[in-house]
């Protein structure tokens, strides 16, 4: 168990919903990171949060966007959902900005129908 | 951008033996990290690497990054089934921020 603590583990959802993929970081860090990996792309990174700001972007759609509160919990909220989005969502976290080490959730399953 | 190539992309080894993944990177890597994956569940950490020559080991699992930073071999001794799963590199890009880019993934199978 790495700490970091995702919700909801598994969702279906119809083309052209919006759903909202919650994280916990472990307790302590104020970094948290949001990743996709699917079959065809593999892991790809998507957004980081520090202590509520956004520090880095990835290959995030404008479709999708996130969110770091100031209790440290962040959500990834996905909209006009496409059967592409269909991935496994991971949420990471670590204790500060850079050079340490990032611990995975166990990540959220999203398809799209 | 940074590319991370890791081979072999799949291996299957008897229980016994010793295997190597290797991860190569197309600019010096200034943090390696090795993940385990099982199918469709969480990474989990197994080490990193920051120093060209660095080594660091982990029960039977031994990792490298070279003297130049541009590669780094995961090294099972005596494998096991439970050693089966998704090896993933991942490394820092330049700049200092924690946006890991990740490898492919090597699969291994670990046979009894």
């Known amino acids: 168990d790495s700490g970091v603590t995702q919700t909801p583990k598994h969702l279906i959802t119809a083309t052209g919903q919006r759903v909202t993929l919650r994280c916990s970081p472990r307790?302590?860090?104020?970094?948290v990171y949001w990743y996709q990996q699917s079959l065809d792309q593999g892991l790809q990174f998507l957004i980081h949060?520090?202590?509520?700001?956004?520090?880095a972007k990835g290959n995030i759609l404008e479709r999708f966007s996130a969110q770091q509160f100031p209790d440290l919990h962040s959500e990834l909220n996905l909209s006009s959902l496409e059967l592409g989005d269909s991935a496994l969502y991971f949420c990471?976290?670590?204790?500060?900005?850079?050079?340490?080490?990032?611990?995975f959730g166990e990540g959220s399953w999203l398809t799209v129908v | 951008s940074q590319e991370l190539e890791q081979s072999p992309q799949s291996l299957i080894v008897q229980e016994g033996k010793n295997l190597t993944i290797n991860c190569t990177s197309s600019?010096?890597?200034?943090?390696l990290y090795w993940y385990k994956q099982k199918y469709g569940e969480g990474l989990i950490f197994l080490m990193m690497?920051?120093?060209?020559?660095e080594e660091k080991s982990h029960e039977k699992i031994t990792a490298k990054l070279d003297e130049k930073k541009q590669q780094s071999s995961l090294h099972i001794t005596a494998s096991q089934p439970s050693h089966a799963g998704i090896y993933l590199c991942?490394?820092?890009?330049?700049?200092?921020?924690?946006?890991?880019?990740f490898g492919a993934g090597t699969r291994l199978a670990v046979h009894p």
């Open positions: 600019k010096t890597l200034y943090g």
């Open positions: 690497l920051q120093k060209g020559g």
């Open positions: 949060y520090y202590n509520g700001e956004e520090r």
């Open positions: 307790s302590g860090d104020l970094s």
């Open positions: 990471a976290s670590s204790p500060y900005v850079s050079g340490n080490t990032i611990y």
């Open positions: 991942g490394a820092d890009p330049p700049g200092g921020y924690n946006k890991l880019i």
